[in-house]
Each structure stands twice: as C-alpha cells, then as structure tokens.
C-alpha cells in the first residue's frame, strides 16, 4: 500500500498568514494527489486535484504544488473561515489512500 | 445540483448486518464510479470500496474484504453498502462518494455503531 506522510499534524497561523501542509508519499505518484479540507462535523470538501488543480468554486488562495513525491497546499491569505482539517489523498493506486490530516487553528 | 444522501445507519450489535443506501441525483449516475469512505470518531479518512460505473468491477480495503459488498441500481441512481459480520472497530460514519478517481463529491455521511 502506499503511504502517505503528512506534516504538520497540527498548526496555527494568523490571518493573512502563509500556511503550508505537505504530504509525502511512499512511492511515485505521479500527479495523482488530491487535497480536501474538513469542517466539524461535515464531509469533505475537494480543493485541489491532479495535485495542482484547484476544484470549481475553490477560492484561489489555495494551491498545489509538487516536487518528487512530496506535494505541497499552499493558503497564500489565511482568513477566517479556512481552520478545519485537512487531508491529502493518492488516487494513483488502490488502496487509496489518505494522509494523517492537519488541523489547522486560527492564532 | 450533485447530491448525495445516505441513509440506513445507526446502531447494530457485533456480528450482525447492516445495509447502508446513497441516493445520487444531479449528476447522471451510471458514467460515474462511485465509492464508500469511512472516518472513526475523532480519526481520520479511510476508503473503504469502490464500484465501477457499471458495477462490474469493485474493490476493497483488506479489512472489508469478505465482509462488505458494494453494490449498485443505476436505473434508481442509488448505491449500496452491505456490511456483514459487523466488527466495533466499523464504527464511523460512511460516506458515500463519487469518484473521478479523486472523490469530488461527497455525501453527509451516516454513522454506523456497532456495539452491544
């Protein structure tokens, strides 16, 4: 199966603040990588696919980035209605697998 | 408007059956793969099965494999989650969820407790 480490598992920021969450994987995955981000108690919500696509209605302060196998959300603006969690997801083979998730506070 | 609505959770002794239902609507449903993904309380995302568009082919995490059976009924849009010999680390809440292979949209999820 393929791993997927992600980091930071928490962190708080400031509003306007440049946040980034980073997911490592254990083997290529080519661009098959997907971000979402979660709010208590509601399903995830896609941002990003193809590892730097951004999804309909995305705000475009979020982005994706990717180096290797280590891909990269980037929020260029934090603002008030982004804490949540959020989770990276490879789709390249089954099990699909997810990272470990980040919570993400407003400072 | 894509939509997706779970429903048939709740709570269920270890052991027993449970079948859970995800009606599909704004989307036409039979060009899609679809899937389950499950989340534990207080943890994280976990695939859990997936169909083909056409139901002929699915997949499955280890831990469900001879145990749960995904399903579909294109001609009523809806998709199914059998769920058999119900163990208490199956508790979650099930999402159901469309696949492209990315989970683009996603349902509001059912909890499902398996306990005594």
């Known amino acids: 199966d393929i791993q997927m480490t992600q980091s930071p598992a928490s962190l708080s920021a400031s509003l306007e603040e440049i946040v980034t969450i980073t997911c490592q994987a254990s083997?290529?995955?080519?661009?098959?990588l997907a971000w979402y981000q979660q709010k208590p108690g509601k399903s995830p919500q896609l941002l990003i696919y193809?590892?730097?696509s951004l999804a309909d209605g995305v705000p475009s302060r979020f982005s994706g980035s990717r180096s290797g196998t280590q891909y990269s959300l980037k929020i260029s603006r934090l603002q008030v209605e982004d804490p949540g969690i959020y989770y990276c997801?490879?789709?390249?083979?089954?099990?699909?697998?997810f990272g470990g998730g980040t919570k993400l506070e407003l400072k | 408007e894509v939509q997706l609505v779970e429903s048939g959770g709740g709570l269920v002794q270890p052991g027993r059956s449970m079948k859970l239902s995800c009606a599909a609507s704004g989307f036409t449903f039979n060009n899609y793969d679809m899937a389950w993904v499950c989340q534990a309380p207080k943890k994280g995302l976990e695939w859990v099965a997936t169909i083909s568009y056409d139901g002929s082919s699915t997949y499955y995490r280890d831990s469900v494999k001879g145990r749960f059976t995904i399903s579909r009924d294109n001609a009523k849009s809806t998709l199914y989650l059998q769920m058999d010999s119900l163990r208490s680390e199956d508790t979650a809440t099930y999402y159901c969820a469309r696949e492209i292979p990315f989970f683009d949209y996603w349902g509001q999820g059912v909890m499902v407790t398996v306990s005594s």
């Open positions: 083997q290529d995955i080519g661009n098959w």
């Open positions: 193809g590892a730097t």
């Open positions: 997801l490879q789709g390249y083979s089954a099990p699909w697998t």
